[in-house]
């Protein structure tokens, strides 16, 4: 399996059709929030936009949740 995306790369085309091409990609990397701890908020001018980042590593644990939470901002709860 290729670690570098270049198998994903093909299937976003497709779903991506204007998609760019990848100027930088890394792997096993950890999104640290400041404070260390989650971020879950609409993005700043796209209130229909939720994101969930700076799990530090720990998201996996909290998917359940994380995906419940998600499910509800896409279901307007």
């Not at 930088?24 to 971020?39: H, K, L, M, R, V």
């Not at 980042?53 to 499910?71: C, N, Y």
Request: glycine share 12%; hydrophobic share 40%; net charge negative.
């Amino acid at each position: 399996v290729a670690s570098d995306g270049s198998e994903a790369f093909p299937f976003l085309r497709n779903v991506l059709p204007g998609i760019g091409c990848c100027l930088y990609g890394a792997a096993c990397t950890y999104d640290n929030s400041p404070d260390e701890d989650f971020i879950i908020d609409t993005l700043p001018g796209h209130d229909n936009t939720l994101l969930i980042t700076g799990l530090s590593g720990h998201g996996f644990k909290f998917a359940s949740v994380l995906g419940e939470i998600a499910a509800d901002f896409a279901q307007d709860k």
